[in-house]
């Protein structure tokens, strides 16, 4: 699977020429909505990114599974490396639409442990606070 299409990579990219421009400028810098989200098939491994780099450096929120997401950046080229049991290799979620700023996708997977589980609970609010669960 082709993780970066072109319409995802000038997405990140323009947030990523935002943030700069705010720092530029001494304005505060955005909390954009999360581009696109990638997977582990085979594990709890996820990542929302919100920008690219020119050298394909990828920034956004990091879950390896292990109990404390975290931001910061990782590679594209590296993701698109991975190589997983059974020939599979990290996908990128096809019907992701983030809802949220990342500010608030890291806070609530920070408070749950992983970013499933805190896209879990900030549905399950959203339903509450709507009045449909």
Known sequence: MKLLTPDIAAALAAN??????????????????????????????????????AD????GLA??????PELG??????LEGVRLPFGLGIER???????????VYAEAARAAGSIILGEQRLHAAARRLSGRG
């Not at 304005?27 to 491994?45: H, I």
């Open 56 to 59: 394909g450096i990828l920034f």
């Open 73 to 78: 950046s990782f590679a594209a080229a590296e």
């Open 16 to 53: 990523a020429a935002a943030r700069h421009d705010a720092i530029a400028r001494g304005a505060r810098e955005p909390d954009p909505k999360p581009v696109v989200r990638f997977f582990s098939p085979v594990g709890a491994a996820t990542w929302l990114a919100t920008e690219i780099d």
């Open 93 to 103: 979620d096809l019907h992701f639409e983030a809802r949220h700023p990342l500010s």
């Open 63 to 68: 879950d390896l599974g292990f109990g404390c």
